[in-house]
């Protein structure tokens, strides 16, 4: 597609409720980011992947948080037992091959999420 | 660890004003710098800095990095109300987590008519 592309825009789940959060990155492009968003502040980076594989998982904030990429394009962040801090913008984003030399991430309009 | 401090936090102007917002980052092995306009949705990339001294222009957009001081400050002439919006900066490291941006609180910009 044209640019990154995320759904569902807006979700609202009750605390301990599991949540997925779908990430269609531009199409060709095998360096996938998801970035947490807190009010007021910059994106957070949680996980990279580069086509399937996931290469730093190191800032999702716990166990419950997981992401996948099986076929190295769509992806999705999915949350479990959500809790009321989790709530924030889900950001996802991807660059061509970050490897071949320095390329900005493009962002999709993110997914806000509210846990009530 | 990475980091990015934006100045000022806010800002509000008028109408065909000239503003400057700065960047100042702490980095180990630096690799870039990115600037990024984000509206109510997506962060829209406007430059990356590599080099010193080399300033990037796109319309009435520009930006230059210094990277003894280091900083970097992205200026915008004759403001428009659409130039209203959060300005991010991020710094990314050509160490073993080079993929990663680590970003500021942004800059809030109103342009007022």
């Known amino acids: 597609g044209a640019g990154v592309s995320q759904s569902p825009r807006y979700k609202v789940a009750k605390r301990g409720q599991d949540v997925a959060l779908r990430c269609d990155p531009i199409s060709g492009h095998v360096s996938l980011f998801w970035y947490q968003q807190a009010l007021g502040q910059g994106p957070e980076f949680l996980t990279y992947f580069q086509n399937e594989a996931q290469l730093d998982k190191s800032g999702l904030p716990s166990d419950r948080f997981f992401a996948e990429r099986p076929e190295g394009s769509v992806s999705t962040l999915k949350i479990q037992r959500t809790q009321q801090e989790d709530s924030a913008v889900y950001l996802c984003?991807?660059?061509?091959?970050?490897?071949?030399?320095?390329?900005?991430?493009?962002f999709g309009d993110g997914t806000r999420l509210s846990i009530l | 660890e990475d980091k990015v401090v934006q100045s000022p936090l806010s800002l509000v102007v008028h109408e065909g004003d000239t503003v400057t917002l700065n960047c100042s980052y702490e980095v180990t092995n630096f690799r870039s710098l990115l600037w990024y306009k984000q509206e109510k949705k997506a962060p829209t990339f406007l430059f990356m800095l590599?080099?010193?001294?080399i300033e990037k222009k796109s319309g009435r957009l520009s930006s230059i990095l210094d990277k003894k001081e280091p900083f970097s400050i992205l200026n915008i002439t004759a403001t428009q109300t659409g130039d209203s919006a959060v300005y991010l900066c991020a710094v990314q490291n050509s160490g073993g987590s080079n993929y990663k941006l680590t970003f500021g609180k942004g800059t809030l910009l109103t342009v007022n008519p």
């Open positions: 590599t080099s010193s001294g």
């Open positions: 984003a991807s660059s061509f091959n970050f490897r071949q030399g320095n390329q900005p991430q493009h």
